[in-house]
């Protein structure tokens, strides 16, 4: 299992992108993301679709249109992507011969998994888009150096 999958890489580069180039209210274009992040067109723009959907940003359309943050980079997470792109991170799924496992109630095994995945969405909760901006840039934009953990 990937983690990290090409539509998050293309993801948080967007993201990141708006968030260092957008005042809030300024809107940027798929076309000015595609010449600056050097990403196929098509891809890129379902990628900003499915943000788009899930709250992460605004679209506008026509001339002057495009995407803009909805929220700010300390409140967006690498868990909030992996979990728009691939659901909660499983790292397994109980099943003997196509079958539910009979242990499955009481499978110390199932239990120690599942701690691994809570401690892997912890994790991915504290690296917000916010972190992986350069420092210049969060101090620049004070509304956006605000990080949730």
Do not use: W
Not at 33 to 51: D, E, G, N, S
């Amino acid at each position: 299992m990937r983690l990290i999958t090409r539509e998050i890489d293309y993801a948080i580069r967007a993201l990141s992108f708006m968030a260092q180039n957008n005042h809030n209210s300024n809107v940027i274009t798929v076309s000015e993301l595609v010449r600056k992040l050097k990403t196929p067109r098509p891809f890129l723009r379902k990628i900003l679709q499915i943000l788009n959907k899930k709250g992460l940003l605004h679209s506008s359309k026509g001339t002057g249109g495009g995407f803009r943050l909805v929220r700010s980079p300390g409140e967006i997470s690498l868990n909030d992507l992996v979990t728009i792109f691939h659901g909660r991170p499983k790292f397994n799924k109980c099943v003997f011969n196509k079958k539910i496992c009979p242990d499955i109630r009481t499978c110390p095994l199932k239990k120690k998994i599942e701690n691994i995945e809570q401690y892997v969405m912890t994790e991915l909760k504290a690296i917000t888009l916010a972190s992986l901006l350069p420092k210049a840039k969060n101090e620049k934009r004070g509304h956006y150096a605000r990080i949730s953990q």
